[in-house]
């Protein structure tokens, strides 16, 4: 026994050691990809559950829409000259800030200095980069190889940038451009689109890195106030605005809090009335006049492409199709509502800690629909968290913590606990039979109260036991006593009997109890007749050896109370009331009658009547009626019978 508590230790330790590998694993990389399966469906729930998140309401997005691209007429190169108008458009509103998430740069280096469309299309750069000059701050984009910009100084063929005509006008005296950002994003390896990789430029006049995101840019140039860049002694990045930092994943990027799909009907105007998230307005209907100059006041805007046509669509949680402009208002909205996702791996290691423990509890204790209803409350609860908490909960590895846990949990328990518990059935089997143990076991606790019902009793006693002993040794008795009953607690198995007690040499059976039986006095007299069959038939091939071979039977039928007596630490099954009583007194008036069986009439009117009743008997029993007798210490009189089988 003193091996099952070292056995449950060194599961449960397998456990903690497996939930603790789970929960590492869980904060690597290979880990955030599958743990994002789960992620992408709490953006879907939420949206459809509450709908979209709160939104800075200076965020706008004007959109070339198809409906731009049918005015313009022109191809693409030859934007900058209304995009100019555009801007200048906007800016008359007086915005925050206006940022051109489009970049225009052709390749025109090996045309003449003299060429009509590179004279033209230096021209036009040179009216886009003047817009930048005014009051209102106009930022422009650069989308970079992978690696921080930091990497890429003087390689342009590793940056696609705006032309040079508008990087030499937007430069300060160090050469450093504050008004460039980079609109890269973090595709992960299925595609999709989760989180946000902060760039960095270096900067001539002090040799510092500074975040050149373009969403980071455009926070700066609204505000006026600046982000705070750091590395930590772990070389992590810390991104600070205000007293708000950013939560850094891995890897220097930040899961981004997208509020809701974005509008993707391009084929019309926009009607940012009908944005789903982030409001759109076509960049049309702002060229013709149809959106007035004070729409833009203190807004900060991104003019971006939204048609189709310009497949600048993303694949992100909740949205196949989230406009790529909104991926940096997105971020910018998070910074500006507080509204960041927060990842402990901490948390994570722990939670998968506490879901192997829990799923060894349950598995050990054999709580199969606990742990059923467990595996339901893993994701509840992460979605919860994240709904209403912006917190990133994992689900993936505390499910399999909880499986891994709740398999060695059990496979404990049926080393020890279902190994104890058979144990007991097998020695609980030994005396009563199969089904009446399990209904013991079944309906323990409603046997405290105990319960009032019609049973047959039948007491058996040893005819000559005390001068019989006296003749054999202690160990020649046991071994008798053992064949003896062995013959008899078989026949009474046999009849679904419940072996009440040994007492000496007396057996006490309860036939009806506690499983219910309908033909309870049936089986007590068929009971009685095979236990006379057993002992003659052990008799006749004894070849004389000495045993017990004579007995004294005595059966009664009446309503008596059942249920559990005497404390909980030593309790037994019990039978109680006159009717026992009177079983053992109609056993002592059989020996007195000079019968081996002796049958109350209670128990002969309930015989008939089962048989009345279509009860199945496989034996014809004849009565052979004592007479009205009287029994010790009680004052009642009841017809006794002797029986056997009929010819």
Not at 33 to 57: C, M, Q
Not at 134 to 159: H, M, N
Not at 341 to 351: D, E, H, K, P, T
Not at 526 to 535: K, P, S
Request: aromatic fraction near 8%; glycine fraction near 8%.
């Amino acid at each position: 026994m003193k091996r099952f508590p070292k056995l449950a230790i060194r599961t449960l330790l397998a456990s903690l050691g497996l939930s603790l590998l789970l929960g590492l694993i869980s904060v690597t990389d290979f880990g955030y990809r599958v743990e994002t399966l789960a992620l992408d469906s709490w953006f879907t729930a939420r949206y459809k559950l509450f709908g979209t998140r709160p939104i800075d309401d200076r965020l706008l997005m004007v959109g070339v829409d198809e409906h731009t691209i049918q005015a313009f007429g022109k191809p693409q190169v030859l934007w900058q000259k209304e995009l100019a108008n555009l801007i200048e458009i906007i800016k008359a509103g007086k915005p925050s800030v206006v940022a051109l998430d489009i970049v225009i740069s052709p390749a025109t280096k090996g045309l003449d200095d003299e060429d009509q469309f590179k004279l033209r299309f230096q021209d036009e750069a040179l009216e886009l980069g003047l817009t930048a000059l005014g009051e209102t701050p106009v930022l422009f984009v650069e989308v970079a190889a992978d690696g921080a910009l930091s990497d890429i100084e003087g390689k342009d063929d590793q940056v696609v940038s705006p032309h040079e005509n508008i990087l030499d006008l937007l430069s300060d005296e160090n050469g450093d451009n504050n008004s460039i950002g980079a609109a890269n994003v973090a595709q992960d390896e299925d595609g999709a689109i989760r989180r946000m990789v902060l760039y960095t430029r270096q900067q001539n006049v002090d040799g510092s890195h500074r975040p050149s995101n373009i969403a980071l840019r455009m926070l700066e140039a609204a505000t006026g106030e600046r982000v705070q860049f750091e590395r930590d002694s772990r070389g992590e990045a810390v991104i600070r605005w205000r007293d708000r930092t950013i939560p850094i994943l891995f890897r220097d990027s930040f899961l981004l809090n997208f509020p809701g799909p974005t509008e993707d009907n391009t084929l019309a105007a926009h009607d940012h009335s009908k944005s789903e998230s982030f409001p759109i307005v076509s960049a049309m209907n702002v060229m013709n006049g149809q959106v007035p100059k004070e729409f833009f006041k203190d807004k900060i805007v991104m003019i971006a492409p939204t048609a189709s046509s310009l497949m600048d669509q993303k694949v992100v949680p909740g949205d196949r199709q989230y406009h790529g402009a909104a991926l940096h208002l997105t971020a910018l909205n998070m910074i500006l509502q507080d509204d960041f996702i927060q990842r402990s791996a901490g948390l994570w290691i722990l939670v998968c800690l506490m879901a192997g423990t829990f799923g060894f509890y349950l598995g050990r204790s054999g709580r199969v629909f606990s742990a059923l209803a467990t595996t339901l409350t893993v994701p509840t609860i992460a979605f919860a968290a994240f709904a209403f908490a912006n917190s990133w909960l994992p689900t993936v590895f505390p499910l399999i913590a909880l499986s891994t846990g709740g398999l060695l949990g059990y496979a404990e328990r049926l080393l020890t606990v279902e190994k104890d518990r058979a144990r007991v059935r097998s020695t609980f089997a030994r005396m009563v039979s199969p089904q009446v143990m399990n209904h013991v076991l079944a309906n323990y606790q409603s046997l405290t109260n105990g319960e009032r019902k019609e049973i047959t009793v039948l007491f058996s006693d040893i005819n000559d036991f005390t001068p019989v002993c006296e003749q054999h040794t202690p160990e020649e008795v046991i071994k008798m006593l053992s064949e003896y009953f062995s013959n008899m607690v078989d026949v009474i198995m046999k009849y679904d009997g419940y072996l009440k007690q040994y007492v000496g040499d007396e057996i006490m059976v309860i036939f009806g109890a506690p499983d219910d039986s309908s033909d309870h006095a049936t089986r007590a007299v068929l009971t009685a007749l095979e236990m006379r069959d057993a002992l003659a038939k052990a008799k006749e091939t004894s070849q004389g050896k000495p045993g017990f071979y004579e007995v004294k039977i005595g059966i009664n039928t009446g309503s008596v109370v059942l249920g559990k007596v005497g404390p909980e630490s030593r309790w037994e099954y019990a039978a109680v009331g006159d009717h026992v009583n009177l079983g053992a007194r109609v056993m002592s008036v059989a020996k007195n009658l000079g019968m081996d069986i002796g049958v109350s009439a209670a128990s002969k009117a309930r015989f008939e009547k089962e048989r009345e009743e279509g009860q199945p008997c496989s034996e014809k029993v004849e009565w052979i009626s004592q007479g009205v007798q009287s029994f010790k210490g009680k004052i009642s009189q009841m017809e006794v019978f002797g029986i056997k089988r009929a010819e």
